[in-house]
Every structure is written in C-alpha cells, then in structure tokens.
C-alpha cells in the first residue's frame, strides 16, 4: 500500500519550512523562507543491508552497593545530642555523628575507674610481695597469689575498655557514635535531643560509599533465558540522556515476585565522578548472543506509526515522494530491520519523516 504525489521541489520543504521557521512571519519573508536548500530540513538515507543484533531492555533502579554500606544502631538508650548532619550529607570516617547521655554508659565509665583502681591495687600487692619475697617476709605462693589476681584484675580492666571503645563510651560518661566510614548519610531516624533506644529496629543513621553503585533491574518470566553471569550490558539514566555507563550483570536472584512475576538481576557500577544517585530509574541494554542474520533496514527515525501500520517516506527522484506501508521485524532503538515494503537501495526520508508524512496526507 503506498501513496504517489508529484511535487514541486520545494513543496515539501515549504510545509516543512513554515511549520519550524516561518509559522508567524510576514508573506514579504515567504518566499525567502521557500528558497532554503531541502537537505537543511529534509535528510534522506538508502535502505541497506545490516546485520541484525538482538538487545533487551530493562527497567531498574539505581541502588547503594550493600558492601559499601552501613547501619549504625545506637549502642546504648538515652537522649542523643551535637546532631549536626543530616540526610544527604558527606560524612569522613570517625567524624562525629551524636553523643548519647545515657545511664549505661555512666555505668561503665564508673565500672572503668572501679577497674582501673583494683589493677592499680593489685599491681601494688603483686610488686610488694615479690620485694618480700627476696627478705624472706613473704612465701612463693604469697607472690603467686598476687600475681594471679593482678592478671583477673588486667583482664577485666581491658575488657571495659574494648567494650568501651567498640559502643563508644567516653570518660564523660557518654557514648559518642561516629561514622565508621566515609560516605553519604542516606537514612536517619536520630535528631537533637531526641531520645534513642537499642530496642529499635530502625537504624540510627545509614551511610554509604557511593564510589561504587548497584543496578537492580527487573526480568520478566518470558525473557529469564536471555540473561546469563557475566554478560555485558550497558546503562543509562534520564538525567544524562548523552551519556553510557558500561558494566556487566553480576549476580541473578533466582526467585521471582509473585505478583510481577519478575527476577531481579544486579550490574555494579563504578561511580567514581557521583553521578548517578540511590533511587534514579535506570535503563539497562542488555546485548544478547543471538543475530537475525542480515536484514535491510534504514534509521528508527524514518520509520512513522499510523493507525496501526508503519511507513517509510520514499524519495523518487526529485519529484516524487511515496508514503510506503513497511513491514517491521525488529527495531533496536537506532535502526529498523524490515521483512517487507523497500528495496536495497532505495532512498528514504531519514529525518522529519512524520512532518514529510503528515504533509503528503494533507495533500490528498
């Protein structure tokens, strides 16, 4: 099925012309509008043969990678104060998130001193009866005894402190959290002078190192053959429709939603410049082994839908223009692979097709 015009040269180019350029200019200005060259409007293309590679698409969402991520919980319940960050922000390892005035921590900071004094005591003892000893005023199993209850005094004392150090007591008698490492502040549910307890299951604060990101994207029941370890895929994100983040699939969840019935597969990406950020929806092109062979096609762009049907714009000689219903086998995002419709060789309109389409039906 296709429609035959005979046209001016310049009949395309005038519609096309007015409706970008001259919509609102004087009748003084049209026919310099008119006597632009066509190719500044209008491009046109052969139909050729191509190679037809196979691709899939799928949708996901850009993630924290979990192996440079952290919840913080807090070690002790009491009243959090000096909460300077908040959701969003950079943080360096060590740097000072809260301090927690809490009764626990006073507690071992007063079992610390408690400590520190029976060793102290101890040691003392110990060193006395070994003086002894040497006169005769003390027996070996005098400085034994000493010696054993100076080392239970030593390890209680250093138990206090590891403990200490790894719930952050400090010898004001408060817990102070700090970041263990440094990255972003991507949850928190703590602000100043609020009150925290180790019974919640809510972290205190997560933080992540968005260096390295990850890709969860969606698979569905039909396409589950098409994906493999390992396999190269390419990503791309709205907020920078230019650009191309290269990675490969890494891991394939082999569960699927029951109510999507969808699979999860992961891409990690390296992220070094920051760009892309937890929560952007992501596109992954996934390249599959298989090819169609070789097949005629022309740019995705010259293709126009129209109730239904799709047309390529034919350019016959430089008179004539057809509207030519083509039959799509398979379109990869840049060319159109056809089964039927055109000829090797033919030229087609590869840019402003549908204004060219919608012009020569406007002409009927």
Not at 136 to 150: C, F, I, N, P, T
Request: with cysteine; charged share 20%; aromatic share 8%.
């Amino acid at each position: 099925m296709f429609y035959q015009f005979k046209c001016k040269p310049i009949f395309v180019l005038a519609i096309a012309f007015f409706l970008f350029s001259c919509k609102d200019a004087k009748k003084a200005q049209e026919p310099e509008c008119g006597a632009q060259s066509q190719s500044s409007v209008v491009q046109t293309g052969l139909v050729h043969e191509g190679i037809m590679s196979d691709e899939l698409l799928l949708n996901g969402d850009i993630c924290c990678d979990e192996s440079h991520m952290v919840k913080i919980f807090p070690p002790v319940s009491g009243k959090i104060t000096a909460v300077t960050h908040q959701v969003g922000d950079y943080v360096r390892r060590g740097e000072v998130l809260g301090i927690i005035h809490s009764e626990e921590a006073a507690d071992y900071s007063k079992g610390i001193q408690e400590a520190e004094a029976e060793y102290n005591i101890a040691r003392r003892d110990w060193r006395m009866k070994t003086d002894m000893l040497a006169s005769g005023m003390a027996s070996q199993k005098d400085v034994e005894e000493a010696h054993s209850r100076l080392m239970v005094a030593e390890a209680e004392r250093q138990r206090l402190h590891q403990v200490a150090g790894i719930s952050g007591f400090s010898r004001h008698a408060d817990a102070v959290v700090r970041s263990p490492l440094s990255g972003y502040i991507t949850a928190q549910s703590v602000y100043d002078q609020s009150y925290v307890d180790t019974g919640c299951d809510n972290p205190a604060y997560t933080i992540a190192n968005l260096s390295q990101v990850w890709v969860l994207a969606d698979v569905y029941e039909n396409d589950i053959s098409k994906v493999r370890m390992g396999q190269p895929v390419t990503v791309t994100v709205s907020a920078y429709p230019d650009q191309v983040f290269y990675g490969q699939i890494n891991k394939i969840y082999s569960v699927l939603d029951p109510d999507a019935k969808t699979m999860k597969v992961r891409v990690t990406l390296n992220n070094a410049k920051g760009l892309l950020k937890p929560g952007m929806f992501a596109t992954v092109h996934v390249a599959l082994r298989r090819s169609g062979g070789s097949m005629l096609c022309v740019p995705s762009d010259a293709v126009v839908f129209e109730n239904g049907h799709h047309y390529v714009v034919v350019v016959k000689g430089s008179k004539h223009y057809e509207c030519r219903e083509i039959s799509v086998a398979h379109d990869d995002g840049k060319h159109a692979f056809l089964s039927g419709g055109v000829k090797e060789g033919e030229r087609v309109v590869t840019a402003n097709a549908l204004l060219v389409f919608n012009a020569l039906e406007d002409a009927q």
